[in-house]
């Protein structure tokens, strides 16, 4: 369920965090905005600590005028995107930080904070989409959360697509080879079928795009789009 994509950091990325780190509920957060609504991050592999996934939050919270939360799931222990032969380290991180482990983790952190703001978005990018699916295909959970998007989603299966209970933007990557065609179609399926999927598709872009662009003018053009379909989505939805 892995490819080189999911860990390969993209074009190298500069920015001035506008937020802070600070614990809730018990976890180290990036805090971004001061809205009434939140929108909570699951990160790729890279962790909230990354400066990518840091400067698309901060675009969330000035676009969509919210608070912005990125919970480290990973206990301080993300990929390092520095670190040389990336894509040797994955099978050994991965036994250790089992997205099993990131849904159970966001699970507990969104019914901590569900009563601090009016309304909770969620939005997943690779790794973190499996976590986001889980909150919204199983009611407990999905009654806190109002609406999700994914961004070229890893480790989702066909049978999650009929149980998903919520409005979700899927954010695609026209060539992904961890969100297949054949798996895309079945969602596709499902959720046009009831309602509540919406699928946008990007050109140019391969798995990783929104988070970790690889810095050509078209790559950049279509994130910056994708960012802000996603802005739009969180603002209908709130």
Partial sequence: MSSPCCVDPGAKQTHKALGHTEEIAGVK?????????????CTDVFGNSFINVQKVADSFAQGAQ??????????????DPDVPDLWDVLPSWLEKHPPSDAC????????????????????????GAKAVVHLITHSELSSTVKAAVVGHPSFLVKEEAS?????????CAENDSLFTSDLRQEFEKELKANGLGQ????????????????????????????????????????
């Fill in 66 to 79: 919210v608070t912005v939360l990125i919970p480290d799931y990973f206990n301080g222990d993300p990929i």
């Fill in 163 to 171: 149980q998903i209970k919520r409005p979700i933007l899927f954010l």
């Fill in 104 to 127: 159970a983790s966001i699970a507990k952190f969104i019914s901590s904070i569900k009563g601090h703001y009016e309304s909770i978005q969620v939005i997943g990018f690779c790794y």
């Fill in 199 to 238: 699928f946008i598709e990007y050109p140019g872009t391969v798995h990783g795009f929104v988070v970790r662009p690889d810095g050509s003018e078209q790559v950049n053009q279509q994130q910056h789009k994708a960012i802000q379909d996603a802005i739009e989505f969180f603002k209908k939805n709130i």
């Fill in 29 to 41: 957060t990036y805090k971004t905005g001061e809205g009434k609504s939140a929108i909570v991050i």
